[in-house]
């Protein structure tokens, strides 16, 4: 059964910092590429940052300069340091966990998300 467990979310002031754990289990970590993306009441969920099995990163252009991804392949974990937090980046933030390969001509792919844990910026 995979599974992935969030944690390190709450309530921060502006201008603080969290970091978000995300570990994985029931798969082959290394294989995925693991994203955080996050989602706010009323809006659309987005990909906040993402970081492929060989260790590229990705940002959306809202969170550069102030977010980064990392991962331990050792502990099955995926990181997400925040800093210089905004009132705008209230939001539950959720784990993805993403593997795409080609079976006997097929393409197959492996989509896993974690539950989600709240991140409330507020004064």
């Known amino acids: 059964q995979v599974q992935l467990v969030e944690s390190g979310g709450g309530l921060v002031q502006p201008g603080g910092s969290l970091r978000l754990s995300c570990v994985a289990s029931?798969?082959?970590?290394?294989?995925?590429?693991m994203g955080w993306h996050r989602q706010a009441p009323g809006k659309r969920r987005e990909l906040v940052a993402g970081i492929s099995a060989g260790g590229h990163t990705t940002y959306a252009d809202s969170v550069k300069g102030r977010f980064t991804i990392s991962r331990d392949n050792d502990k099955n974990t995926v990181f997400l340091e925040m800093n210089n937090l905004r009132p705008e980046d209230t939001a539950v933030y959720s784990c993805?966990?993403?593997?795409?390969?080609?079976?006997?001509?097929?393409?197959?792919?492996?989509?896993?998300w974690g539950q989600g844990t709240q991140v409330t910026v507020s004064a």
């Open positions: 993805n966990a993403l593997r795409i390969t080609v079976v006997s001509g097929k393409t197959v792919r492996d989509d896993y």
């Open positions: 029931g798969i082959t970590f290394s294989e995925y590429a």
